[in-house]
């Protein structure tokens, strides 16, 4: 689920839910051995929500990076990961199918990811096939849940992804078709950077304008600090991002630099603390005076950049924890500020 802690670490930093992705899944541990295993929630031994993406966009990047390794008809996708011993096929019924199966909470439609830059055909194309398939995940998902007779009080919920590139008309266009169909939540999809790295503010706003208020929305992969202020300020209320994770695993912490309980966050709130960095070696204090991890509370950042330099299998694990605890602080200040 999130590599390096479980679900314990998780919970005492305060993750309200945790999201999982069906291209990984399906292919390790295995739809089948998930079931076994009891479905995603006793597998990983995680009580609160749980968000599963539908593998789009993670398709989306597999051909991108090697046109050969499969491809996307209205059907579905096909496709064939570097060492995998077969095809996975990928339709949105069965994408539907997988994320109901495995337990989860909240199941995200099927989408066909473009790039930002590419060019308005494709777009279009894109926001066509995106909203066929969220037609079918959304039949699928209602007959399956009639078929086993599960009260609407205690049903998963389901998001629709709104697709359209950097282009106005095909965003509200995407968007008022989905709205049609009805979803519980909407996610803003494709990926949420320019060329150079900066977010799409502009594109983001417009696409949480199109979308009505009371409709929680996702900002699907925003994990940057700076660019989950951004979101937040713009209407969005959900994230999920391999980021701070990724950063920790690698020795790039996050930190505040004003009390983020008492500050309203404007500029330089946050630097990053490299693990690896020479100058901490005999530094005898926390990372941050302002996170109350288990990292923080316990130990200084002199220790962690032992741990660093010797690759002890303990620093992820306290790494991960702190910068999931500074999201989580982020999110708690944004929301109240
Ligand atoms: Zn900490």
């Known amino acids: 689920m999130v590599r390096a802690v479980d679900a314990q670490d998780l ?7 945790v999201q999982m992705n069906v291209f990984h899944l399906m292919q390790r541990p295995g739809s089948s051995t998930i079931q076994a295993l009891g479905g995603l929630h006793q597998m990983a031994g995680w009580p609160r929500p749980i968000f599963t993406d539908s593998g789009g966009f993670q398709v989306y990047s597999l051909l991108r990076q090697n046109a050969k390794s499969g491809s996307i008809t209205d059907r579905g996708a096909v496709f064939r990961p ?6 996975f096929n990928l339709t949105p019924e069965k994408s539907v199918q997988l994320q109901l199966s495995y337990g989860s909470d909240v199941i995200i439609c099927l989408d066909d990811c473009t790039h930002p830059e590419a060019p ?8 066509e096939r995106t909203i066929l398939w969220a037609q079918r995940c959304r039949e699928t998902f209602d007959q399956i849940l009639a078929q086993r007779g599960v009260a609407a009080a205690e049903r998963p919920l389901i998001m629709g992804v709104i697709q359209g590139g950097q282009s106005h008309e095909l965003r509200r266009y995407c968007a008022e078709a989905l709205l049609e169909i009805g979803f519980d939540a909407y996610g803003y999809g494709g990926w949420p950077l320019d060329g150079e790295g900066n977010l799409l503010e502009e594109m983001l706003a417009y696409t949480r ?6 409709f929680p929305i996702h900002a699907l992969g925003v994990g940057h600090p700076d660019n989950v202020a951004a979101c937040v300020a ?3 209320n959900i994230f999920d991002s391999t980021m701070p994770t990724r950063d920790a695993r690698h020795g790039r912490l996050y930190a505040f630099t004003v009390d983020p309980a008492a500050s309203q966050l404007n500029s330089n709130w946050f630097q990053y603390v490299y693990a690896g960095d020479k100058k901490h070696v005999k530094r005898n ?6 996170c109350d991890c288990l990292l923080c509370h316990r130990y200084s950042l002199g220790y962690l950049h032992h741990l660093f330099k010797l690759n002890d299998s303990l620093f992820p694990r306290l790494a991960t924890i702190h910068n999931l605890r500074f999201m989580t602080q982020l999110m708690a200040n944004l929301r109240e500020t």
């Not at 919970?11 to 839910?17: F, G, S």
């Open 11 to 17: 919970l005492a930093v305060r993750i309200q839910a």
């Open 120 to 127: 308005l055909a494709v777009q279009q194309e894109s926001v």
């Open 209 to 214: 304008e199109v979308v009505p208020e009371h």
């Open 285 to 290: 204090e926390p990372i941050s005076p302002y």
């Open 82 to 87: 570097e060492g995998a011993e077969r095809k």
């Open 234 to 236: 713009m209407g969005y």
